[in-house]
DNA sequence: CTAGATGCAAAGACTTTGCGCGACC
DNA sequence: GGTCGCGCAAAGTCTTTGCATCTAG
């Protein structure tokens, strides 16, 4: 992997070849971001660039994240669509397929992708895992 | 899996062995769950009941769901958490692991559930997937 | 009767948007 | 000087909560 210089600077030139600028709110969000490996939170993040930038707004937070994850250079982890899904078919912890483009959730039926489940939980080292996995990819209808 | 007939009988005595009460609303909240296997959301449940009972409100629908999601006989699929979270350091699509219990996301970094994301995209049959997969379950913190 | 459920409306939490000011090229 | 980004505040969603009323048991 690229390491945190290298991608700080690859991303300035990339804002900047695209018409925007490099101001000192985005790099301190983007160094906030190379830095953590926790997966942080809006609000996480705020605070973390706050500490460095007490002007920083939390619309410019939210503004700037939304201009990377269009770059594809940070990944929304967004709970699948944004508002709560319910299955009351099957209430035990299974696959589902989410489509990144519509949001659409399916069960998770083919053989292949049920026996990839049936094994995850003995291989979760330190974790307890179910056989809830979520797998991401964009669904037949998406694909034109 | 049981017929729909069945659970809904079964999860009327549930209710009534829990001490609560079996209402027009959670039978028609039960039924449109159980006849519904395209993973809807509260509002659409909330406007499949209201078809047939059209003094519901919304806030019934929540708490209900809430109540049979406690019950284990709902699934709520929740984007891990409530609030969207980053990764700034790998954009590229890659497993996670979630604890259901804190809410914490870790990268899945042991060589077996690697392996498991890798092949995924193989697999998906008509559906076009990535190595973007999570892993539901207890992190080691959780377990105490 | 009486605990528990409902419906309504208000409150909350998170996120997005509109707009005028300010900064960079 | 014009464009783009910033901060602020208002608006928007989705969800939860408080409370008076109603009802199943």
Redesign the interface.
């Known amino acids: 992997?690229e390491s945190p210089e290298v991608r700080l600077n690859r991303l300035a030139g990339l804002l900047h070849a695209e018409g925007g600028r490099v101001t000192a709110q985005r790099l301190a969000i983007?160094s906030?971001?190379?830095a953590?490996?926790?997966?942080?939170?809006?609000?996480e993040?705020y605070q973390q660039v706050k500490a460095g930038l007490p002007a920083i707004s939390l619309a410019t937070v939210y503004k700037t994240?939304a201009l990377?994850?269009e770059l594809?250079?940070?990944?929304?982890?967004?709970?699948?669509?944004e508002?709560?899904?319910?299955?009351?078919?099957?209430?035990?912890?299974h696959p589902?397929?989410i489509?990144?483009v519509c949001g659409?959730?399916?069960?998770a039926e083919?053989d292949?992708?049920e026996e990839?489940a049936r094994?995850?939980?003995s291989?979760?080292?330190?974790?307890?895992?179910?056989e809830?996995?979520?797998?991401?990819?964009?669904?037949?209808q998406c694909?034109e």
Chains 1, 2 share one sequence.
């Open positions: 992997m983007l906030a971001l190379l953590d490996s926790s997966h942080p939170s809006v609000e993040i994240l990377l994850a594809n250079e940070v990944q929304e982890l967004r709970g699948a669509e508002v709560s899904r319910y299955d009351g078919r099957n209430p035990r912890p589902h397929m489509c990144t659409v959730i399916a069960d083919t292949e992708l990839l094994v995850a939980p291989r979760g080292g330190q974790w307890r895992l179910t809830r996995l979520d797998f991401w990819g964009v669904c037949p694909q």
